[in-house]
């Protein structure tokens, strides 16, 4: 009889989480403030999501750059065009304007000649802090361009940077935004925070032991202190190693100016020293002309907050940098209180306000907005994609190209929803357990990647100095599925290399 009471009893329950599994709510149950949820009978059923196979989706995201030199123009003609046309993990121009980086190449091509050196401003979340992502790009870049050093930091770096060690005394930092300490007035600077120098105070750096660091950001050999508001006499000095350089004293001045020492030799190490008042928006760590790629990570920040600082102290500093090219990457820190379409459309404006401000601050520079990775959140115990976040990739990508920023889609080119469980479970590890963040080895693929894309143009914009223009526009205008054996007799030109070209 006992043993007939135990079967009831199994099959009684059994019969109960049958019921629950057929008739369960999707949304759960909401008790006592929590919400219950149950495996459905819809979710059993449905097909199993497919897993994205991240070896191949980055085999076919490095291929689809890949160019092969041909002594034979035409080939190369149609690499290009089928890139401009179609290739996903491209940088997306306005208009499809393929010229669109074509004057901030010849810019950067110049630079090392007449001894300048271009920034690239690189502003984005927590994703890019350490350096992770900006260290790839800037190491590419200025393989191509000239340039060295960790570039811009800022006088007190309340998280560690793999590229170049630092600390301070007797400066006092704000922000314009989180938890640091407000100022009494909005001249934040282009890193979005100063440290306040009154009386005596000092800035100490030293070549980066940390493992990550590439070679190229260990070659410092100009420095520069970007400050603003500083009283009479004000006083900087510098000493590297065993070098001390001609101390700097200024007029009192309002605005914001930039001081630079240019060593004999690069230098391991160096503190520069302050006299007197002044904010220290920025110390910049350079070597030899070329361009210069700054890493501003703005932990928890959403990117909607440029338009608080100063118009006047912004304008001044880009123009004084020589910044040439803002990258903005942001979204993430917004994801999840986005929970509708209307959401949406209120965020991208908030965007698409900075951008405005950012184009009458910066006229010299272009923008790239850098859209937001795919980011994890788990749905009835299954890890998937947040599910506005498709929607917003592709909101930010329609405004960037419509206000005439060029926009890069990080999102698909890591293989779309479901991506990020996929890279967090990469052997080694692509992503952390937080499904938000890259590790060292995501970021480098990002940072390698968008690179590469970058770097396509500029292949594109050099072979097109040895083109008639009217062929090239010819050319691109077909369909770029055909394949235009009448062209071949019209352009055609020797092998890559009498045009430079840095092939992948």
Same mark, same amino acid.
């Given at each position: 009889m006992k043993s007939i009471r135990t079967l009831l009893f199994i099959l009684s329950v059994l019969l109960l989480l049958g019921v629950c599994w057929f008739f369960f709510p999707a949304d759960g149950v909401a008790v006592a403030g929590r919400t219950l949820h149950f495996p459905s009978y819809e979710a059993y059923m449905a097909p199993a999501q497919k897993e994205v196979d991240v070896d191949e989706v980055l085999n076919k995201v490095n291929r689809s750059f890949e160019m092969t030199c041909s002594d034979n123009l035409l080939d190369s003609m149609r690499f290009f065009r089928n890139y401009l046309k179609a290739n996903p993990n491209r940088i997306y121009l306005p208009d499809d304007d393929y010229t669109f980086f074509d004057s901030l190449f010849a810019q950067l091509e110049q630079a090392s000649e007449e001894g300048k050196t271009y920034r690239v401003m690189h502003y984005g979340d927590s994703q890019i802090e350490m350096d992770r992502i900006s260290s790839v790009l800037r190491d590419c870049l200025q393989s191509f361009f000239g340039g060295s050093g960790p570039n811009m930091i800022p006088a007190i770096q309340p998280v560690a940077t793999i590229s170049v060690s630092q600390w301070a005394s007797n400066l006092h930092r704000y922000m314009v935004y989180g938890d640091a300490a407000r100022a009494s007035h909005h001249r934040y600077g282009p890193m979005l925070q100063f440290s306040q120098v009154t009386g005596n105070g000092s800035i100490s750096f030293a070549q980066s032991s940390h493992s990550r660091a590439l070679p190229r950001v260990k070659e410092i050999s100009t420095v520069s202190v970007l400050l603003g508001n500083n009283s009479e006499g004000f006083a900087a000095a510098l000493r590297c190693d065993t070098i001390t350089a001609e101390p700097k004293v200024l007029?009192?001045?309002?605005?914001?100016?930039?001081?630079?020492?240019?060593? %004999?030799?690069?230098?391991?190490?160096?503190?520069?020293?302050?006299? *007197? &008042?002044?904010?220290?928006?920025?110390? #910049?760590? /350079?070597?030899?002309?070329?361009?210069?790629?700054?890493?501003?990570?703005?932990?928890?920040?959403?990117?909607?907050?440029?338009?608080?600082?100063?118009?006047?102290?912004?304008?001044?500093?880009?123009?004084?940098?020589?910044?040439?090219?803002?990258?903005?990457?942001?979204?993430?820190?917004?994801?999840?209180?986005?929970?509708?379409?209307?959401?949406?459309?209120?965020?991208?404006?908030?965007?698409?306000?900075?951008?405005?401000?950012?184009?009458?601050?910066?006229?010299?520079?272009?923008?790239?907005?850098?859209? %937001?990775?795919?980011?994890?959140?788990?749905?009835?115990?299954?890890? *998937? &994609?947040?599910?506005?976040?498709?929607? #917003?990739? /592709?909101?930010?990508?329609?405004?960037?190209?419509?206000?005439?920023?060029?926009?890069?889609?990080?999102?698909?080119?890591?293989?779309?929803?479901?991506?990020?469980?996929?890279?967090?479970?990469?052997?080694?590890?692509?992503?952390?357990?937080?499904?938000?963040?890259?590790?060292?080895?995501?970021?480098?693929?990002?940072?390698?990647?968008?690179?590469?894309?970058?770097?396509?143009?500029?292949?594109?914009?050099?072979?097109?100095?040895?083109?008639?223009?009217?062929?090239?526009?010819?050319?691109?205008?077909?369909?770029?599925?055909?394949?235009?054996?009448?062209?071949?007799?019209?352009?055609?030109?020797?092998?890559?290399?009498?045009?430079?070209?840095?092939?992948?």
């Open positions: 007029a009192a001045n309002d605005s914001v100016s930039l001081i630079t020492w240019k060593l %004999p030799v690069p230098v391991k190490r160096g503190t520069i020293s302050f006299s *007197g &008042t002044a904010d220290i928006y920025a110390v #910049l760590l /350079d070597g030899e002309p070329g361009i210069a790629v700054d890493n501003v990570p703005l932990r928890g920040c959403a990117g909607n907050l440029f338009d608080r600082i100063d118009e006047s102290t912004m304008r001044q500093s880009f123009d004084l940098l020589g910044t040439r090219l803002i990258l903005l990457q942001f979204g993430v820190n917004r994801i999840p209180g986005i929970t509708s379409t209307g959401h949406i459309v209120a965020y991208v404006k908030e965007l698409e306000n900075q951008i405005d401000y950012l184009k009458q601050v910066a006229p010299d520079a272009m923008l790239l907005f850098v859209g %937001p990775a795919d980011m994890g959140k788990r749905y009835n115990g299954v890890m *998937g &994609t947040w599910k506005t976040l498709p929607e #917003l990739n /592709d909101s930010l990508r329609a405004m960037s190209l419509r206000k005439g920023v060029a926009y890069w889609d990080v999102f698909h080119m890591m293989g779309g929803e479901g991506s990020m469980a996929q890279w967090v479970n990469h052997n080694p590890a692509l992503a952390g357990p937080d499904h938000i963040h890259f590790t060292f080895a995501g970021a480098q693929e990002i940072g390698s990647n968008l690179a590469k894309s970058l770097t396509t143009y500029y292949d594109f914009y050099k072979m097109r100095q040895h083109v008639p223009s009217e062929k090239v526009i010819e050319f691109v205008n077909l369909d770029w599925r055909e394949d235009s054996i009448r062209t071949a007799g019209r352009i055609k030109l020797p092998s890559y290399n009498p045009f430079g070209l840095k092939t992948r």
